[in-house]
Nanobody, 122 residues
Framework: QVQLVESGGGLVQAGGSLRLSCAAS????????LGWFRQAPGKEREFVAA????????NYADSVKDRFTVSRDNAKNTVYLQMNTLKPEDTAVYYC???????????????WGQGTQVTVSS
C-alpha cells in the first residue's frame, strides 16, 4: 500500500516556475514508477510525466517536454515535478501517481494523491 500527498501548488504568472513535491508512505516506494497527471476544468485527466523506479528513465507529454522535469529521491520517499516557463494552459489540478507499469494511461497507475491546484495567470 502506498499513500501519496502532494504539495507545492499555487498561483504563478505566465513564464514563472513552481516545484511540486509528493511524499509517499510505504516501505515498497522504491519499486514503483512514479508520475504526474493533471486535469483542467472540463477536460479529461492527462499524463504529464513519469520516472521509473531507478530514477534514470523518464517520460514526458509533448506539451511539457523541455519545460518540466520529473525526479525522485528514494531515500526521502519523494517525487518532484519542476515546472518552468509555465503557461496559462498548464492550469490544472496536478495528481501524483504510483504504479508498477511505466505507462501514460491513468488506469495503469494504482495509487493517486488527492491533487494540488496549479493556476497560471496570463
Amino acid at each position: 500500500q502506498v499513500q501519496l500527498v502532494e504539495s507545492g501548488g499555487g498561483l504563478v504568472q505566465a513564464g514563472g516556475s513552481l516545484r511540486l513535491s509528493c511524499a509517499a508512505s510505504g516501505r515498497t516506494f522504491s519499486i514503483y514508477t512514479l508520475g504526474w497527471f493533471r486535469q483542467a476544468p472540463g477536460k479529461e485527466r492527462e499524463f504529464v510525466a513519469a520516472v521509473k523506479a531507478s530514477g534514470r528513465t523518464t517520460n514526458y507529454a509533448d506539451s511539457v517536454k523541455d519545460r518540466f522535469t520529473v525526479s525522485r529521491d528514494n531515500a526521502k520517499n519523494t517525487v518532484y515535478l519542476q515546472m518552468n516557463t509555465l503557461k496559462p494552459e498548464d492550469t490544472a489540478v496536478y495528481y501524483c501517481v504510483a504504479g508498477i507499469r511505466f505507462g501514460v494511461q491513468a488506469n495503469e497507475y494504482t495509487y493517486w494523491g488527492q491533487g494540488t491546484q496549479v493556476t497560471v495567470s496570463s
